[in-house]
């Protein structure tokens, strides 16, 4: 009797990487109220101008399958925790509304004043639908804080000279593609080129503070420190090991290049008292992009060696140096008659190869495929032996993806 020796097949897909935060959108009415005791009221009054805060979810898969990059409209499950019990259990439905609907779907609306002795810890807890896989891919963001701060003639009060949602583009870093040129021996070095890179767009991202006592700006007689959120919980990093490259009273540099996504809180003291704080988060955005594996001439007689260099087209504009932000790989698929031959080749922008290496017949009727396969590299992380990172000869830390 015959034995049925077939096997079954299905796709593989990448799987999906998400970032997620909490971003407030509501510029006139912010986390934080202000209660004057001199005439009872909320500054401002949320009855009147309510805070919104949208659950920013972005999603991206390696392969390129996944095409809701922002994945607001597809979220299923929709909850909002405050202090870690669904809202509909803790305020009353006139207190606030969810969004249903596109773009802003998840955003929270809130209409509740918060008294002074009032916390309010807010996340947001939902479901991708994986469509490629028919998988629900959880999310769960940090907290974000609602409270409230009496008004007087000597409270404290923080301003920063950035945005509190900060989307870091690594496509559009001039100085992420100035240090991959240098590195390279593509250009020498020079401090006057390398500081006309860092703006708006690049990793090193300097978030300027200011500190208020009423109404006066005051830049002595506080400390400020930082902490780094993970769920419910804050852990306060300082300059080392990990993305804080600067901590001042006036300022705080970080390096998006070691972020994927993240929270943090800017805490000033006084002594050992908070007296004021902010909150921001930091977060990648991963653009569209189209790969061409670059010349399409036939191979000549007697031409054995052969260099294709990968053409890499992002928002209408070619990237310069792609490698710099995506791993490329490069394989051939040759035919030889009946058969074909598949060889990987080298990573990166160009790929040099041998056509004898391939397998390519020696007919007008074999073909040989050139692919270059392209995905986001991570974010940047440190090199270490196993045991111990790794430093440079000024002992500086060594960093790479």
């Known amino acids: 009797m015959a034995t049925n020796n077939a096997v079954r097949i299905r796709r593989s897909f990448a799987p999906l ?20 005791v001199a005439n009872s009221s909320y500054e ?11 659950p920013d979810i972005t ?70 639908v994986d469509y490629r896989t028919n998988v629900n891919v959880p999310i769960l963001t940090d907290e ?13 009060s923080m301003a920063l000279d950035d945005d509190e949602t900060i989307i870091y583009n690594p496509m559009l870093d001039r100085l992420l593609l100035y240090d991959y040129k240098v590195a390279h021996g593509m250009i020498a070095a020079s ?54 490259v600067a901590i001042s009273n006036n300022y705080i540099t970080l390096d998006l290049r070691l972020i994927d996504s993240a929270s943090y809180v800017i805490r000033a003291y006084v002594g050992d008292t908070e007296v004021c704080n902010k909150q921001i988060s930091v977060s990648r955005t991963y653009p569209k992009y189209s790969v061409s594996a670059g010349q399409n001439v036939d191979i000549s007689p007697g031409v054995d060696n052969r260099q294709q260099i990968a053409l890499v087209n992002s928002e209408g504009n070619i990237v310069d140096c792609p490698a710099n932000v995506l791993k ?24 040099i190869f041998n056509i004898s290496d391939t397998g390519l017949g020696e007919t007008a009727d074999d073909e040989l495929e050139i692919r270059c396969d392209a995905e986001y590299k991570p974010s ?11 430093v440079d000869e000024n002992g500086e830390y060594l960093i790479g993806n």
Request: net charge neutral; glycine share 6%.
């Open 328 to 351: 490329l790989n490069w394989s051939t698929i040759a035919e030889n008659g009946g058969a074909t031959t598949t060889r990987q080749w080298q990573e990166g922008d160009t790929a």
């Open 59 to 128: 999603a991206y898969a390696s392969d390129g399958t996944w095409k809701y990059q922002q994945a607001n409209a597809i979220l299923a499950n929709m909850v909002w925790l405050v202090n870690g019990k669904d809202i509909s259990k803790v305020w009353a439905a006139s207190d606030y509304s969810i969004n249903q609907d596109g773009a802003t779907r998840g955003d929270l609306t809130i209409f509740r004043n918060v008294a002074v002795a009032e916390r309010f810890a807010l996340r947001f807890k939902a479901d991708i």
């Open 191 to 244: 401090d006057a080129v390398r500081n006309a890179c860092i703006d708006e767009k690049a990793y090193l991202r300097k978030i300027p503070l200011h500190i208020y006592k009423g109404a006066k700006s005051i830049t002595s007689g506080y400390t400020i420190k930082l902490y780094k959120m993970s769920g419910s919980s804050m852990t306060q990093i300082s300059v080392g090991m990990n993305e804080v």
């Open 44 to 54: 401002p009054n949320r009855a009147n101008t309510p805070c919104v805060l949208h």
């Open 17 to 36: 990487n998400t970032a997620k935060s909490i971003v407030c959108v509501s510029g006139g009415s912010p986390t934080t109220q202000v209660y004057n």
């Open 380 to 390: 940047f992380d440190f090199f270490s032996d196993g045991s111990e990172p790794l």
């Open 144 to 156: 974000v804080v609602l409270n409230t701060v009496s008004k007087s003639d000597d409270a404290y």
